[in-house]
């Protein structure tokens, strides 16, 4: 009788310090969401951090053919690296932003940004959608973005010219990757035709 009396006592006192813990733990992970502001939808974090740092890192080692004759371009002086050495550093960031759940991909009067009636690419809403239903697909895909800018990262940091062009085919697979699974998902299927996406604009060593 007594025995019973204390289990009961001390699983009352269990529960109610695992009821407060839960109640701190939910307020700090409210207050810790507070802390953030999701201020640019995906397509803004796309054409402003995104699409320029990576046109950066593109376009800082390419081979050039003029009349003149061929001119290998690469980053030289302290300052050149840096440039590329940010906007790696930028690349790997904005995977970060990508990362953080809650955020629009359009803005609303955004909703139609369809190239054409028949054009392949899902609408904002339609992708928003794909994005909610397995949320960790996405996150897998922003990771792959991430260690590649991370690779970029390093190879600049080690001003590896060679290391610079890897880097920036297996950039241009971790941007492709994600937009064939939630941009334009039609081209998956062998027989269409690529929709001319964003794509690096430097001539690449062979
Ligand atoms: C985790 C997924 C993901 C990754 C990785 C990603 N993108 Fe995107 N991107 C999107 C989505 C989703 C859209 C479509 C948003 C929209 O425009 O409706 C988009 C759209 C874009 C756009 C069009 C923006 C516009 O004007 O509408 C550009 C440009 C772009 N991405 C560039 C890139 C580049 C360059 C990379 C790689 C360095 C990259 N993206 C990597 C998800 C991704």
Known sequence: MRTTYWLVLLALAWLVTA???LQIGRRS???SARRVTLVGTVKEIMQ???DPSADVVWESVATNITAAGIEEKAPK???EWAVVQHSA????EAANLLKMEGRAIARPDEANTKSGPDA???TPAEIQE???RDWSLWLKYADGLQDVAINALRVTNARDV???LEVGDALDKACENCHLQYWYPDDKKPGRARTPGPRPSSTKQP
């Open 29 to 31: 992970a409210a207050a």
């Open 89 to 92: 550093l930028m690349l790997a």
């Open 19 to 21: 009821m407060i813990a």
């Open 130 to 132: 794909k994005v909610a």
């Open 48 to 50: 402003g951090i995104v």
């Open 120 to 122: 392949p690419e899902l």
């Open 162 to 164: 060679n290391g610079v």
């Open 77 to 79: 002086t302290d300052d």
